[in-house]
């Protein structure tokens, strides 16, 4: 195995060779091989995601719903836990992931699976874990709801992508962590932007390296390229979605660019509200036309389900 450290020399005399134009989609495809190749990865959370793509067929049994499910002890026994809380409940306990699934609904088992794939990432319980736990739920939460409020996109799909987008966050972190410390020091600054700030110390971005680790993971290529294009997004909202991205990818993209600003004027996500924050200006806005009134009400949304949470 290639160790990370090789790895990051090698992409960085790369990324900094005089002779080379840097160019961030040739540096995307050295990045798959380089996080192929890496140790101690984060847990892959493919089974979630693979039962959520069968929940959208209308003719799939729970009989057969429960099957996949059963593959994944954790979320299995998780499920069943929840059938048999007070809410639940019914007369008698509920020992099968089958009956769990026909009691909870189907609402109740997407939430419980999709926030499965938060705990499957291998987060501990270090200060900055912690943050990005919150900021992942947060962002997946607020996307959730700019999809039902809009209709540009699934509203599960937006989930999961809002959850993913930092994914590359996960790897840094987990590589270097006093590095990873510094950098979020530095955007805090006022005016700094994070991506430079990323190329600059990691000689990659965060978006370059979640993409990479997505298309390894194998995920749908739209989750794919919405991890890569969401914090890009204002260099593309000028041009024709059409001539440059899927519509798909474009408002999904969207969609999590303007998820991530409601969490920032909210402080979800381990940062202070940043109530100053012209959400009507953001590129996703734009691109999805939200008027102030829809920003406001997907405000109050997100603030009232993160309460509950």
Not at 79 to 92: C, E, F, G, H
């Given at each position: 195995m290639l160790?990370?450290e090789?790895?990051y020399q090698?992409?960085s005399?790369?990324?900094?060779?005089p002779?080379?134009?840097f160019?961030r989609?040739?540096m995307?495809?050295?990045?798959?091989?380089?996080?192929?190749?890496?140790?101690?990865?984060?847990?892959?959370?493919?089974?979630a995601?693979?039962?959520l793509?069968?929940?959208e067929n209308?003719?799939l049994?729970a009989?057969a719903l429960s099957?996949?499910?059963?593959?994944?002890p954790?979320?299995?026994?998780?499920?069943?836990?929840t059938a048999?809380s007070?809410v639940?409940?019914?007369?008698?306990?509920t020992?099968?992931?089958?009956?769990?699934?026909?009691?909870?609904g189907?609402?109740?088992?997407r939430d419980?699976?999709l926030?499965n794939?938060?705990?499957?990432?291998q987060l501990?319980e270090t200060?900055?874990?912690?943050k990005?736990?919150?900021?992942a739920?947060?962002?997946a939460?607020a996307?959730r709801?700019?999809a039902?409020?809009?209709?540009?996109?699934?509203p599960d799909q937006a989930f999961?992508?809002?959850?993913?987008r930092?994914i590359?966050k996960?790897?840094?972190?987990?590589?270097?962590?006093?590095?990873?410390?510094r950098?979020?020091e530095?955007i805090?600054?006022?005016?700094?932007n994070?991506i430079?700030?990323?190329?600059?110390?990691?000689a990659?971005?965060?978006d370059?390296?979640?993409a990479?680790?997505l298309?390894?993971?194998?995920?749908?290529p739209?989750?794919?390229q919405t991890?890569l294009?969401h914090?890009?997004?204002?260099r593309?909202?000028d041009f024709?979605?059409?001539?440059y991205?899927?519509?798909h990818?474009?408002?999904?993209?969207a969609?999590v660019?303007?998820?991530?600003?409601?969490?920032?004027y909210?402080?979800?996500?381990?940062?202070k509200?940043?109530?100053?924050?012209?959400?009507q200006?953001?590129?996703?806005?734009?691109?999805?036309?939200l008027?102030?009134?829809?920003?406001?009400?997907?405000?109050d949304?997100?603030?009232?389900?993160?309460?509950?949470?």
């Amino acid at each position: 195995m290639l160790c990370f450290e090789l790895a990051y020399q090698q992409i960085s005399c790369k990324a900094k060779s005089p002779a080379l134009t840097f160019n961030r989609l040739q540096m995307y495809t050295e990045l798959k091989t380089i996080v192929s190749e890496m140790e101690d990865l984060p847990k892959e959370p493919m089974v979630a995601a693979q039962i959520l793509q069968r929940l959208e067929n209308p003719a799939l049994s729970a009989k057969a719903l429960s099957k996949a499910i059963n593959s994944d002890p954790t979320l299995a026994a998780r499920i069943i836990k929840t059938a048999n809380s007070t809410v639940y409940r019914k007369k008698d306990k509920t020992t099968t992931v089958e009956k769990a699934i026909v009691q909870l609904g189907e609402q109740k088992l997407r939430d419980l699976i999709l926030d499965n794939c938060l705990k499957s990432l291998q987060l501990s319980e270090t200060t900055a874990d912690r943050k990005m736990h919150t900021d992942a739920h947060g962002c997946a939460m607020a996307a959730r709801i700019v999809a039902r409020l809009t209709e540009a996109a699934d509203p599960d799909q937006a989930f999961l992508a809002g959850m993913l987008r930092h994914i590359g966050k996960l790897v840094m972190l987990k590589r270097d962590p006093e590095m990873y410390q510094r950098i979020q020091e530095l955007i805090a600054e006022p005016e700094t932007n994070e991506i430079d700030v990323e190329l600059g110390m990691f000689a990659f971005s965060h978006d370059l390296v979640g993409a990479a680790l997505l298309e390894y993971w194998h995920f749908a290529p739209v989750l794919v390229q919405t991890t890569l294009h969401h914090h890009d997004f204002s260099r593309i909202q000028d041009f024709d979605p059409n001539h440059y991205l899927d519509p798909h990818i474009y408002n999904l993209s969207a969609t999590v660019n303007i998820a991530e600003g409601l969490c920032k004027y909210l402080g979800i996500g381990g940062t202070k509200a940043q109530e100053v924050l012209e959400l009507q200006f953001l590129p996703g806005a734009i691109v999805l036309s939200l008027s102030e009134g829809q920003i406001a009400q997907a405000l109050d949304q997100l603030g009232a389900e993160w309460a509950r949470r």
